[in-house]
């Protein structure tokens, strides 16, 4: 009988272009919940894909600390994933859940016609 040889699965190798890139962040914000170290292990992957150093160069980090910041083990701060993000040609954005309970504020919200 052959012996079947497998190896360990790295989004990284499939992760060509930034429009691929974005799609997995996408998909991983919407997986995570309230898991950030989730999300900078994802940003790590893109890094991995884009290039380490070159991100690190990009982000005003050193090599080290990005590894460190975005192995999953740990949650970075905001300013370091805005860093990230930026230094991968990414942008953040925000849209309203679906099931948001949120009220709404501002000038579409009576109560806060007048407060402007």
Known sequence: MR???TTRYDVAEHLRTPEEMAAYLEACLEEAEDDAAFIAKALGDIARAKGMTQVARDAGLSRESLYKALSGDRSPGFDTILKVVGALGLQLHAVAAQNSMAKPVGPADPE?????
């Not at 806060?112 to 402007?116: K, Q």
């Open 3 to 5: 012996k079947i040889i």
């Open 112 to 116: 806060n016609a007048e407060c402007r």
